[in-house]
């Protein structure tokens, strides 16, 4: 991890008659990356009843809405919540506890992985699942709501948002992160930008950008890229990422820059910092996509919501 996070007490997992009562509600993707949900669900059953919880597994539809499946589950008392997807199930997950201090346990399934690969979370879920087990902490992580649910990730309109669209779940499946580096190599040579009305804490530009970014969290996906230097889920600020660029030529400058941490002195990147709130809109139907979801168009407006998820992650040496 690029931070170290605050640490939240530890959550202590071993097995008692009292914690032999408590259940853990699993948000599971039944279509995500992995296409092995039916030995995962047997790895977390084994797991999850090892460390003293009665699972209890859900597997999203497309017809539910898995954050409020969530929220009833945490009001009737379940102490644990694992999210086995991508980061549009994790999100979903992460929207039904917010405010509250019912941890969640990620299990990385999807295409990117971003917010796992932020946290420290290992990608395979053999790993994942000791978690329970091994050194750990509790770190409590800021989110963005959008409307009624809470983005972890990212938030963006513009070139990626199209490209995300047209990378559709087979080709993400059979060609994983290539699929999205192949569209945005066509949306590029397109040379599309717009006009965006971006409020940032009440300040109001106007700005012309291919590309407009929310993040709370600094993973890209892409090898060791980052969005930037300081992006920390857990310091109470979102940043906003406005590239300026249209070219091929401008966007490979653009990666060489990111390649050598140095994005934050291009003049083709303007960047914010969110602390209350915010609103991007351009004229152009474009989709406004929340941590690889669907989640508007044209419009998006964020509200910065401090420390509250509870994460369960790895621990580090010395904590």
């Not at 040579?189 to 407009?212: C, N, P, Y």
């Not at 508007?296 to 010395?318: F, K, M, S």
Request: proline share 6%.
């Amino acid at each position: 991890m690029a931070h170290q996070p605050p640490m939240a007490p530890a959550l202590h997992l071993a097995p008692s008659p009292v914690a032999a009562t408590r259940t853990a509600l699993v948000v599971m993707n039944p279509v995500a990356g992995l296409g092995r949900s039916s030995e995962v669900r047997e790895l977390l059953r084994e797991n999850l009843t090892a460390a003293g919880f009665a699972p209890a597994i859900y597997e999203t539809n497309g017809r539910d809405n898995p954050s409020r499946v969530v929220r009833n589950a945490v009001d009737a008392g379940c102490a644990l919540v694992v999210a086995v997807g991508g980061d549009g199930t994790v999100s979903q997950a992460a929207s039904g506890i917010v405010g509250s201090t019912v941890p969640l346990l990620i299990i990385p399934a999807g295409t990117a992985n971003l917010f796992a690969r932020e946290m420290g979370v290992p990608l395979e879920v053999e790993a994942a699942c000791r978690i329970l087990w091994e050194d750990h902490r509790l770190v409590d992580v800021d989110v963005m709501r959008v409307g009624g649910r809470v983005c972890l990730c990212k938030v963006s309109l513009g070139v990626y948002s199209l490209v995300a669209d047209k990378a559709g779940r087979p080709a993400k499946r059979r060609f994983g992160r290539l699929a999205y580096a192949w569209w945005l190599l066509r949306e590029a040579l397109q040379k599309r930008s717009w006009t965006f009305d971006i409020t940032v804490d009440g300040r109001h530009e106007r700005l012309r950008a291919s590309m407009v970014w929310a993040v709370n969290a600094g993973e890209v996906g892409f090898g060791s890229l980052r969005w930037g230097e300081g992006i920390d889920p857990t310091d109470g600020v979102v940043d906003l990422i406005v590239i300026r660029t249209a070219t091929p030529t401008g966007y490979l400058s653009l990666l060489w820059r990111a390649l050598l941490r140095r994005t934050d002195d291009s003049p083709e990147v303007v960047r914010r910092s969110i602390r209350k709130q915010a609103s991007i809109s351009t004229r152009t139907k474009l989709p406004v996509r929340g941590d690889g979801e669907v989640i508007g168009r044209t419009r998006v407006e964020i509200d910065v919501v401090p420390r509250a998820v509870r994460v369960l992650v790895p621990g580090q040496p010395n904590d």
